[in-house]
Nanobody, 115 residues
């Protein structure tokens, strides 16, 4: 099994920055894809940013130019700049790991942006 643990969430004023981290542990041969999703109450979980095994990245249009996803070994990061109140959500780390048929999720970390 693979375990994902997020950290770095918190309360920040609009225009500020936060850096989320996700540590993956367990039996890991390779990552096919790692990503960050966010979810607000009453809405479905939405993709924020993703990074593939070869480093290709993709961003939701709402965060493009403000957020940056990166990966190093068994860590994935989300640098969030120019934060807006509408970025407020629980942020989840996601991983598709080689050799497993299931997807893995972290427990989530709350990000709150005050106006």
């Amino acid at each position: 099994q693979v375990r994902l643990v997020e950290s770095g969430g918190g309360l920040v004023q609009a225009g500020g920055s936060l850096r989320l981290s996700c540590a993956a542990s367990g039996i890991i041969f390779s990552f096919h894809r790692m990503a960050w999703y966010h979810q607000v109450p009453g809405r479905e979980r939405e993709l924020v940013a993703e990074i593939t095994s070869i480093g290709t990245t993709n961003y939701a249009s709402s965060v493009k130019g403000r957020f940056t996803i990166s990966r190093a070994k068994n860590m994935v990061y989300l640098q969030m700049d120019s934060l807006k109140p509408e970025d407020t959500a629980v942020y989840y780390c996601y991983a598709r790991v080689g050799g497993y048929s299931q997807d893995f999720w972290g427990q989530g970390t709350q990000v709150t942006v005050s106006s």
